[in-house]
């Protein structure tokens, strides 16, 4: 148990969004897809943070259809899909901007103004002075190999 959620490998369900697999209670979509009912799911955290949705009120509607399935999911994986750039964490200036959700946020100042990105490694200066940017990486075998002379004369 970790911050009020039991997280379980084997018996847990996963958030669409979080991909956390736990036991809390998860949102499942009323969609059905080639006659088959939508197998996504989103935890009642992502809902709320995420979306601006009340899973108390989406668990009792009949037709209640996934952010996936109208086209809203704000997940990396969908917003990839999209040709979007992911966005990384933004609940929290989601809710300092006065904003309900990220969904929101995306809405209002743009999605494409979002774009998680990794922070590039610094540089690290190995005992003899050499930074990772100054030294070549050579395979050894090959470069030993490079001027002998194979076969008959």
């Known amino acids: 148990v970790i911050g009020g959620r039991i997280y379980d490998s084997s018996n847990g369900k996963t958030c669409h969004q979080c991909r956390q697999k736990t036991m809390d209670f ?9 006659n088959k009912p939508c197998k996504i799911m989103y935890c009642h955290k992502c809902l709320s943070n995420r979306y601006g949705e009340k899973a108390e009120e989406v668990v009792t509607s009949d037709d209640w259809l996934c952010p996936k399935c109208r086209g809203i999911c704000n997940c ?6 999209r040709g979007q750039n992911p966005t990384g964490i933004l609940t929290h200036k989601a809710k300092a901007s006065g904003l309900s959700s990220v969904s929101e946020l995306l809405e209002v100042e743009g999605s494409d103004n979002f774009a998680y990105q990794k922070k590039p490694k610094p540089e690290v200066e190995d005992r003899c002075g050499y930074s990772n940017g100054d030294v070549e990486l050579v395979d050894v075998d090959k470069e030993k190999n490079k001027n002998k002379v194979v076969g008959k004369i």
């Open 76 to 81: 990396s994986f969908c917003r990839k899909r």
């Open 26 to 34: 998860v949102a499942p979509c009323k969609a059905m897809n080639e």
